[in-house]
């Protein structure tokens, strides 16, 4: 029940964008987007629900299909701070919560 | 309030003791979540609990692993016999409903 993330790492340098992509083969009904920095817990980024919405934190934001069962996370005009690992987490049917494996993002200057 | 805390920080144990591990969720929250996660790894699902009830015991968890909320309030993840495949760092994460989970700052745990 594990989803999928891709990619599984990414390099940036400040100011480029990235797309990090979820998806899993269950039926969905939210997707929840966190960052975790080394040596600290994961912090909540955003959380999306059934009905395709898009939402925007800032210059991060995340669409959720869910006929496809896939989430997307965009980050734009990267900053250093941007840097970490980002992990999509999926609830089904259960309300029970699993993460990706993670892609670790690295911008540099 | 302070958020999640989990105690201890760190435990570094023999193979075959047992520990257990607290955690405190956020008071309001309903929903309680144990993962572990491994060095470049996602965290792992271990078990959820609703209030006092556990609706959800990984499949991969084995039986020397055993949690209770009793209350609904704090739980406690116990580890029987460990063994050195259980040195992780141990997340306990709450939410109300499907709202988003607060993570404590997890609790390492190393098998020597």
């Known amino acids: 029940q594990q989803p999928v993330q891709s990619p599984q790492a990414v390099i940036l340098r400040e100011g480029e964008d990235a797309v990090i992509n979820c998806s899993s083969s269950?039926?969905?009904?939210?997707v929840h987007w966190y960052r975790q920095k080394h040596g600290e817990a994961p912090v909540f980024l955003m959380i999306?629900?059934?009905?395709?919405e898009q939402k925007g934190h800032e210059k991060i934001s995340a669409s959720f299909n869910e006929k496809k069962q896939q989430s997307s996370l965009y980050l734009t005009a990267s900053q250093l701070s941007y840097s970490g690992t980002y992990f999509c987490?999926?609830?089904?049917?259960?309300?029970?919560?699993?993460f990706g494996t993670g892609t670790r993002l690295t911008v540099i200057p | 309030d302070t958020g999640v805390s989990q105690d201890p920080r760190h435990k570094i144990t023999k193979r075959g003791q047992n520990v257990t591990f607290r955690c405190d969720p956020i008071?309001?929250?309903?929903?309680l979540y144990w993962y572990r996660q491994t060095l470049g790894q996602g965290p792992e699902f271990l078990t959820y609990?609703?209030?006092?009830?556990?609706?959800?015991k990984s499949r991969l968890l084995s039986d020397r692993f055993s949690a209770e909320r009793p209350k609904g309030s704090f739980s406690t993840l116990e580890i029987q016999r460990t063994e050195q495949g259980d040195s992780a760092m141990y997340l306990c994460?709450?939410?109300?409903?499907?709202?988003?989970?607060?993570f404590g700052q997890g609790t390492r745990l190393t098998v020597v």
């Open positions: 994460a709450s939410s109300w409903g499907a709202a988003e989970a607060f």
């Open positions: 269950k039926a969905l009904y939210s």
């Open positions: 999306l629900l059934k009905g395709g």
């Open positions: 987490g999926t609830e089904g049917g259960a309300n029970n919560l699993f």
């Open positions: 008071s309001e929250h309903n929903r």
């Open positions: 609990f609703q209030n006092e009830a556990q609706l959800e």
